[in-house]
């Protein structure tokens, strides 16, 4: 069956999705005689997927964890990366939204391509075998990584800001300040990665979704009772910053990776760009007020997390930052599970419990390790989301769907519009990865 081919040319999107769902060129403006071919010989895939049946995810539910997926702990970023790009950079804002937006309607493409496709390395394999799948996972691998060491680091950082002057002493070893607050933080964290069943954690991390409009009500709560909009002019445009404030623009945006994953458990799959439309509104909505917020109320004074700036001793603040505190405690654990996984499954395919606890220990305090050694949050997330998030949300959707629909063999204005997005992708990759990276050597 040509479905299960490599080279197959799956069906687009249903007339019931929006318009952005459907392709940028339509299917009679193929001119190609084996594309035409492949088209008139291909049926509509989405009937032999597995069938989930009534324990298939609603559309409600989707659109709360495809939510809870894209929006994170990049809300802390948004004033920040605001300031770094002023003013006008809320047009790029806007338009990373709409071009990762794009792109998660490509993933949802390729994932129609085959009923095999369960994640995204699978993407990877199903359009370049192997080597793409290895790639894929790599890369993702790493993001959540270094993601993950980005938490601990937040944990430190805000902790610090609570209670100062925290010190403890053994003997000849004294610890304070955020490198004693990792080491807290991380202590509470490791019980969570043993869990091999990270379904319960999921509960918590819902808890995101929370922090995120906490941190807002906190911004206006700040505003309305203290502070007021004191630097209310700020940066039109900054062209020096705008590397950085782009990393930090697509680390808001973010989830490609678990896409698939979503996608996969839906009830009703035909609603996927719906529920994604929904989402990239809603979170866009929360990151623009947060960035518009903090931004007018501590201008070019803003920290890398906006928390880091709220008065100490209000209850706003307080609020705020153990509200945002329990989000990484709960979602460290689910981004580390699939590197720990796949250590163990590169040991032995059954896996002694000390084993595990061993490995999925040491690769906790490397974290651990790490983030006291790269203290810097907003240069960290801003490297991760130009480089990183700009390969899982931008570059490798494109290249993925131009291999399985082969559109790269006409010329078409899906083509011309791909190409261009790559182009972006690959500018912003390059120059934002070369600035983060000198912002941490400089700053060690």
């Excluded at 594309?35 to 709360?64: H, I, M, W």
């Excluded at 131009?402 to 083509?415: A, D, G, N, Q, W």
């Amino acid at each position: 069956m040509i479905a299960n081919s490599a080279h197959a040319v799956p069906n687009q999107e249903r007339d019931d999705e929006i318009s952005l769902t459907k392709p940028l060129i339509s299917q009679e403006n193929y001119r190609h005689n084996e594309v035409d071919q492949l088209y008139r010989n291909t049926q509509d895939l989405e009937g032999q997927l597995p069938s989930c049946k009534n324990n298939g995810a609603s559309f409600a539910r989707t659109s709360l964890n495809l939510t809870n997926a894209v929006s994170g702990i990049g809300v802390l970023l948004m004033p920040y990366a605001l300031s770094q790009g002023g003013w006008l950079s809320l047009v790029i804002f806007l338009l990373v939204g709409i071009l990762c937006y794009y792109t998660g309607i490509l993933i949802q493409r390729c994932m129609r391509a085959d009923p095999s496709i369960n994640s995204y390395p699978d993407i990877g394999r199903y359009a370049f075998g192997p080597i793409g799948q290895n790639i894929i996972a790599a890369f993702m691998y790493i993001e959540l990584y270094l993601v993950a060491i980005s938490f601990l680091i937040l944990e430190g950082d805000n902790l610090d800001k609570l209670f100062p002057g925290t010190r403890v002493e053994f003997s000849f070893i004294k610890l304070e300040g955020k490198k004693l607050f990792l080491l807290l933080a991380a202590g509470i964290i490791l019980p969570t990665t043993w869990v091999r069943d990270m379904a319960m954690l999921a509960y918590v991390s819902a808890i995101g979704l929370v922090a995120s409009v906490v941190l807002t009500g906190s911004l206006i709560w700040a505003c309305i009772a203290d502070t007021g909009f004191q630097h209310a002019k700020g940066d039109v445009f900054n062209l020096q910053g705008l590397p950085t404030a782009l990393g930090l623009y697509f680390v808001c945006f973010a989830g490609h990776a678990v896409f698939p994953t979503i996608y996969s458990s839906m009830r009703n799959k035909n609603q996927f760009s719906k529920v994604l439309f929904i989402s990239t509104i809603l979170c866009t909505l929360n990151y623009g007020l947060t960035a518009i917020l903090g931004y007018l109320i501590y201008g070019n004074e803003v920290q890398s997390q906006v928390t880091l700036n709220l008065p100490s001793e209000k209850i706003y603040t307080k609020i705020a930052i153990y509200t945002t505190l329990i989000n990484p405690l709960g979602k460290y654990a689910l981004l580390i599970s699939p590197i720990t996984c796949a250590i163990e499954q590169r040991i032995s395919p059954v896996v002694k419990r000390s084993t595990s606890f061993a490995i999925r220990t040491l690769v906790l305090s490397s974290t651990v390790v790490l983030a006291s050694s790269v203290p810097f949050f907003g240069y960290l997330m801003s490297f991760i989301g130009s480089f990183l998030s700009v390969m899982a949300t931008v570059l490798f959707p494109c290249v993925c769907y131009l291999k399985i629909y082969r559109t790269f063999r006409v010329v078409s204005f899906e083509l011309v519009a791909i190409l261009f997005i790559l182009i972006i992708g690959i500018l912003v990759a390059v120059i934002g990865a070369y600035t983060s990276l000198q912002q941490i050597i400089s700053s060690l």
